[in-house]
């Protein structure tokens, strides 16, 4: 079992920056891949990212490759999503979750956190 704790979260204005954090606990994220959701009201749950712990692949959604970065804290056994110029249409619950491959669908990832908020204001 894995446990998932994101953190970070916050109100930001457009065009400024955030710093997600995924924390595992119960085991480490070594045989797993991680990957970044976010779920707008109304909305059903969207890619962001994913990153591969062992070799360290990325795959990010074209709508933020070009301002979010995706990364591991080895030492803190962690992953962090780094998220610059955002948007109003960034506003989102921000979910990470753990899964066996790096994947862009909800159904292969098993294990989920609770969540952060994201808001961004105009």
């Known amino acids: 079992q894995v446990q998932l704790v994101e953190s970070g979260g916050g109100l930001v204005q457009a065009g400024g920056s955030l710093r997600l954090s995924c924390a595992a606990s119960?085991?480490?994220?070594?045989?797993?891949?991680v990957g970044w959701f976010r779920q707008a009201p109304g909305k059903e749950r969207e890619f962001v990212a994913a990153?591969?712990?062992?070799?360290?692949?990325?795959y990010l959604d074209d709508s933020v490759k070009d301002r979010f970065t995706i990364s591991t804290d080895n030492a803190k056994n962690m992953v962090n999503l780094e998220m610059k110029n955002l948007k109003p249409e960034d506003t989102a619950v921000y979910y990470c979750?753990?899964?066996?491959?790096?994947?862009?669908?909800?159904?292969?990832?098993?294990?989920w956190g609770q969540g952060t908020q994201v808001t961004v204001s105009s």
């Open positions: 990153i591969g712990w062992r070799n360290g692949g990325r």
């Open positions: 119960g085991r480490t994220f070594s045989d797993y891949a």
């Open positions: 979750a753990a899964g066996p491959h790096i994947a862009g669908t909800v159904d292969m990832y098993d294990y």
